[in-house]
């Protein structure tokens, strides 16, 4: 079936550092891809997506490029800030079954200032 | 445009209880998924509705059950509470697209469950 894996955590970074989160799948056909957040105590917050292949997500300095080749989706942050502490979600809508959401396990980022 | 809403954020329920939860979702989508989030398990899905009728199911015992009414809110039922429920409980709208495309999922804060 369908999966999503990806890098465990937590993560710790300085402020100002480059963050990637590696993110690779197993689907059938062309799933949309998504990142989703979770801050502390909340529920989760889209933060970027992708439907097709070499389509880039872009929200507030993360991006992410859908890459059928290497079944990948990795997030990525030039310049962290402490307010982007957080869960971060990568997550797939199979095309068997469009309204269930796949996610991986999670990974949790710290940023130091 | 107001986001998804649920109710109640926190309950604390005993072993042997039932529980039921609230969601409404975004004006105008119709289609509502819960999901469970647990440290263990990670995200679950449990279930969908649209246009009232359960579409899709997720590996959950019969224990939980859901519903959707005519105006799209949702309500989750937990029947015979174990201590493994314990767990947040996100549910999630989205307005359904084209028959094999696929919908953004716009998620609640969720309601936080502890069975004691």
């Known amino acids: 079936g369908d999966s999503v894996t990806q890098m465990e955590g937590p993560v710790t970074l300085s402020e100002e550092a480059f963050l990637t989160i590696n993110c690779t799948y197993t689907a059938t056909g062309y799933p949309s891809l998504f990142w989703y957040v979770q801050y502390p105590g909340e529920g989760l917050q889209l933060l970027l997506k992708?439907?097709?292949?070499?389509d880039k997500g872009s929200n507030k300095g993360f991006e992410a490029t859908y890459r059928k080749e290497t079944t990948s989706f990795h997030l990525e942050k030039g310049s962290v800030q402490v307010s982007d502490s957080a869960v971060y979600f990568c997550a797939l809508s199979g095309m068997s079954s469009a309204s269930k959401i796949i996610f991986g396990s999670g990974t949790r980022l710290s940023i130091r200032p | 445009k107001a986001g998804v809403t649920q109710t109640p954020r926190y309950l604390i329920k005993t072993r042997g209880q039932q529980v039921t939860l609230s969601c409404s979702p975004i004006?105008?989508?119709?289609?509502v998924s819960w999901y469970q989030q647990t440290p263990g398990q990670g995200l679950q899905f449990l279930f969908e509705?649209?246009?009232?009728?359960?579409?899709n199911k997720g590996n959950f015992p019969g224990r939980f059950s859901g519903r959707q009414f005519s105006n799209s809110r949702s309500e989750m039922n937990v029947s015979t509470l174990e201590l493994g429920d314990s767990a947040l409980y996100l549910c999630a709208s989205s307005m359904p697209r084209d028959r094999g495309r696929q919908e953004t999922q716009y998620f609640g804060p969720g309601t936080r469950l502890l069975v004691l």
């Open positions: 004006s105008g989508h119709r289609s």
């Open positions: 992708a439907t097709k292949a070499d």
């Open positions: 509705y649209f246009s009232e009728t359960q579409r």
